[in-house]
Structure formats: C-alpha cells, structure tokens
C-alpha cells in the first residue's frame, strides 16, 4: 500500500520545486539561529541568498559526526529548547554522542516517514505489530511505535531482548508484523525451535528490519523461517532515526523519503557530488525538521542511487541497500562502536597494553559474539600476586558499561599480538553477513 501517493508519486518536477522551497527555508533559518551554521557558511563565504537552485546545494558546508560531538548537547539546537518535546540518541555510545532533539512537528514528520515504511511492507490498520527495536534513548523502538499508529495498527511495545517473552506475547497476541534488527528475528527463530514453537504456523507473516547490514541470504533464512516476506528499512539518529529510506513490495532499492530528506552521493575524499548512479558517500539535508535540522550530514554509508521507475508507482529515488561504510564503525548486535573506543577505555584499565584485537564471530545464535584480545602488561604478567581473573573480569565490565556492549576478554601474553607496519589491524570480522 502506498501511505501518501500525493508525495510519494508525485512528478518530479513538483517534488523538486517543494524541495527548493524548502533548503531555501531551512538554510535561511539555521544562517539566521545556529551560529555553528552562520559560521561555516560564514568561512565558505555563503549567504543564503545565494541558494537559487538544488544545485546550489553543493555550496554549502557539510556537517559531520565531529561536528555532532563538538556541539553537544545543545548547540546544533534550531528551536527554544522548551519546544523540544523527546531527545533520542544513537546506539552508539560515549565516544560520538548522536543527539536528535525533535519538535511536536518532527514527531509527526517521523510518524509519516515510518507510516510510509511500513504501509510500504503492506502493514495496516488490521495488524498487529511486535516491535522489537530497542527503545531506550535508540530510535528504533520509537520510530516503529509511531509508524504504527499514525497507520492505526496494534503495536506491542516490546522492546529488544527477553525471548522467551517474546515469543509467548507472539503467540498470545497473534502479532502478524515484526519490527527488529535482523540478527534478533534469526535468534529469534532459533528459539522459537528450540522451545518446539513453529513460528511457519503463527500469523506472524512480514517484517521491516534494519540498522545494521544485512544479505539477501539473511533474508532468505529469515523468510523461511517464519515464512514471511522480509524487508529491509534504513534510517540514522541524526536524520530522525528509522523511515529514511524503505523497501516496497518490488524489492528493488530503497525508496527514499526525498520530500523529507534531500539525498545526494558524493565522492568520500574529494567531497564532490556525484552523478547519480555512481556509488559513494551518502548525505542528508533534513528539509522540514525542526529541533536538529543538518545540512549536507555525511552519513558515511556507502550505496549509489537507481533512477529506472520503480514498478510500485512511486516516484521517489531509490537507493542501493547499502554496500559499508567509508569509516571503521562496526555495528555490534545493533550497537555502534568504534574501535577507537575499546582504546580509550582500555588505556584507563590498569596491568593492560593498549594493544588489542576484536574477533567477531555470528555463533550458532545468529547473535554478534565478540572476543576482545587483550595484551596484559609485562610486570603484570610476572607478578606473583596476579588476579588474571580478576583482570578480566574488570575489562568486561568496563566495555559494558561504557559501550553498552556485552564481549569475552582473552588475555594474551605481551607481544603476542601481531604487529603491523601500516594501518593497525584491529578488527577480524568473520560475520560474513
Ligand atoms: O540504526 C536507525 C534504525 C533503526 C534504522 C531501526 C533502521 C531500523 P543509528 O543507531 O544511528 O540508527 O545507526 C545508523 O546504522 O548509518 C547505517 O550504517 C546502519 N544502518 C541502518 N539501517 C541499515 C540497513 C539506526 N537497513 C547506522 N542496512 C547507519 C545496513 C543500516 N545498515
């Protein structure tokens, strides 16, 4: 089902006379209330007269998540902050705070943009949807929970984890759509095995997954086993969360919600646009939000965009689903963490290098397992009165509470870990998602 035709297949040369209107206003605002905006504008010498066309688009600054980090909490705040109705921040963690401060409107404007996400997968008023994104301080949770009820649909509030739990409401309530990560719906599945549960008898029958990569042979097995159709869904904190760009029912791409979010590819190291077809950096100007409006924000995320018509009879360009990223963020059972990260926390732990390497491994569960080597200290190791344990354990805890990420430490002996001439390698990522 299409949620919005007027917008969604609207002729292009509408579309793109709103979207003008739009960046004008937008550029307009930020110039006029975000100094951090005025004054990179400012050094590029633009003003926001100087907006007469998309094109024009290309002037402007980018923003990116050094910048987020350098204006946090506030600074990149458009609107009096009693006008803030919910704050919501990436799954990432301490390292790069990811802040999206949203008005009454962007609320709205979200409700919209996952209306369309999950009509798109054929959700409507009649289903009930078991959302099982995270819904603490993440947007998944939330973003699902408004699509649902702008398109009037049940929609259980489950939030991640707790199987068991899940699988019994799943049963109780006959839930016919899943919202989730899709490494969840697959462990998931395989419980629903082990507890004898056959999920292929259950109304459960469509999905709308996403925010981390994923194949389509994961799609396959997840189709199977709950025999659904599967989608996939794509959003980031910093543009409003989920309900950026979906899958219709033609699987081909991802349908960008362009009305909302103005997308361009540029090339990642000369920052040029690129023509549309060729692959590079995806970017997001937000052109109706309120709170935390960004201009040009470099996603990091790597896709190309599809202009053949798409079968569905919208008209919004599509997007590739994506092919990485140009950064080192992994995505960690829906958590995103930097390398860089697990560094910082270990130089702060006492009888450690700061040497270390990360095995990722997707276990028989189908959940992220992650095995964080850790090079002891010389004097450590000799040390009679030594609590390896004790040891471990400590860096365990560390690593939760800091990156919110459950992982096994190995301790290994100084110098064990293979040096490199160049660039360090910290990471063996054997997921094959
Ligand atoms: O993951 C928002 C979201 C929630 C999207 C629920 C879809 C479903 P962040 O935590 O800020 O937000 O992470 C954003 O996750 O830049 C991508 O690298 C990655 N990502 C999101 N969706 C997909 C997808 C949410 N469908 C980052 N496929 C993005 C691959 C994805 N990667």
Known sequence: MIFNPEYECM????????????LKNQVEKLYAVVPFYREKMDDLGIKPRDIHTLKDIEKLPFTTKDDLRETFPYGLLACPKSLIEEIHMSSGTTGIPVVDAYTHKDIEIWGESMARTMAA????????????????????GPGAHYGARVLGANVLPMSSGNTARQLQVMQSFGSTILTCTPSYALYMAEEAEAAGIDLKK??????CFGAEPWSENMRKEIEAHYDMKAYDIYGLTEIIGP?????????DG???NEDLFYP??????????????????LVFTTLTKEGTPLLRYRTRDITYFITEPCSCGRTTLRMHRLFGRTDDMLIIRGVNVFPSQIEHALIEIEGTEPQYLIILNRGT????EVELQVEVKKEFFSDETRDLEGLRTKIENVMKSKLQISLKVKLVEPKTIERSIGKAKRVIDNRKI
């Open 365 to 368: 569960s189908h959940l992220d």
């Open 11 to 22: 002729d292009g040369e509408t579309r793109k006379r709103q979207q003008l209107a739009h």
């Open 243 to 251: 309900g950026v760009a979906f899958e219709c029912e033609a699987q």
């Open 121 to 140: 997968a054929g959700c409507t008023r009649d289903d009930t949807v078991q959302n099982c994104y995270g819904y603490g301080l993440f947007t998944g």
């Open 264 to 281: 361009e590819i540029i090339d990642p190291y000369t920052g040029q646009t690129l023509p549309y077809g060729e692959k590079g950096e």
């Open 254 to 256: 991802l349908h960008i």
């Open 202 to 207: 259950l109304p459960i029958n469509k999905g």
